[in-house]
């Protein structure tokens, strides 16, 4: 009887232990209802080396502004928000920064832009053409900005970003949401800055994640995502499963080796 009654208190801690209490898996827990959280972060990509910038370069004179294209017979828009992508149909000459921060632009010869933004970019590169074309347009993209997530999430995998800003949370519905087995409360971003791995963690479970300086991720970021205990014992039980299970089958193979002969 004393033997049944230490198996079922063996069995209810077990149980209970493995199960995950809702502060395990809850997201931005301590938050108030209709709680305003002011958000001091912003975030603003700058151009690295070895990124893919596409420029194009637009003007009421078409012909005056072709040669600062590279691809030549690109249809070029007249007239057009230099914030949006270029309408379909149109080539937008794409620039890849090189080691030094460079690119290489058509008449104007080489500009470094690696270290500025966008808006930066397009500002410098219109003072330049203003000595050759009336009232240019520039419109200035980022064409390789992506992240990867990584781990305990549903969908793996490395994203392209088209507007180049998303947030964590962003990142994460896009790889499906962590599967219930991921970390929520120890998570890691990976960034490197001129060569530089950094790694940032970051706690899900917080509301404060709203102010992390990470929240807003970079090109190229990874966002690893770490097994729990619960998952890391169980993938270490399968593998002393499948290690006991070979085992067995060589004694089973050897005997029989030995019968036959």
């Known amino acids: 009887m004393q033997l049944y009654k230490f198996l079922f208190i063996v069995i209810v801690v ?3 232990s493995s199960c995950k209490t809702p502060t395990d898996v809850v997201y931005f827990q301590e938050s108030e209802n209709l709680e305003k959280i002011s958000s ?4 603003t990509p700058v151009f690295k080396v070895d990124d893919i910038v596409s420029i194009l370069v637009s003007a009421t004179d078409m ?23 270029a309408p379909a149909g149109t080539t937008e000459p ?16 080489k500009l470094k832009i690696a270290g500025l933004t966008r808006v930066q970019t397009k500002d410098i590169i219109k003072t330049q ?4 074309i009336k009232d240019p347009i520039v419109n200035v993209r980022l064409k390789n900005f992506k992240i990867t997530v990584i781990g305990e999430v549903n969908r793996p995998g490395s994203y392209t970003i088209p507007n180049e800003r998303i947030t964590i949370i962003e990142a994460l519905g896009l790889a499906g949401d962590l599967t219930i087995t991921g970390k929520r409360e120890n998570m890691v971003v990976i960034r490197e800055n001129d060569g530089v791995n950094t790694y940032h963690r970051i706690d899900l479970t ?3 994640i709203f102010d992390s300086p990470i929240y807003y991720l970079a090109q190229n970021d990874v966002l690893y995502v770490e097994p729990n205990t619960a998952r890391v014992k169980s993938s270490e039980g399968n ?10 089958i060589g004694v089973v193979l050897s005997a029989l080796t030995l019968i036959l002969r």
Do not use: H
């Not at 593998?239 to 067995?248: A, H, K, Q, Y």
């Open 129 to 132: 053409l203003k000595v050759y």
């Open 40 to 43: 001091t972060n912003s975030f």
């Open 14 to 16: 077990g149980f209970v």
């Open 63 to 85: 012909d005056a502004a072709r040669p600062f294209n590279l691809m030549q017979g690109a249809s070029i828009p007249s007239a057009s928000d230099t914030s949006a992508p």
């Open 206 to 208: 917080s509301k404060n």
């Open 239 to 248: 593998r002393n499963t499948v290690g006991l299970v070979l085992s067995i």
């Open 94 to 109: 794409t620039y890849l920064i090189d080691e030094d921060g460079n690119i290489d632009f058509p008449v104007l010869g």
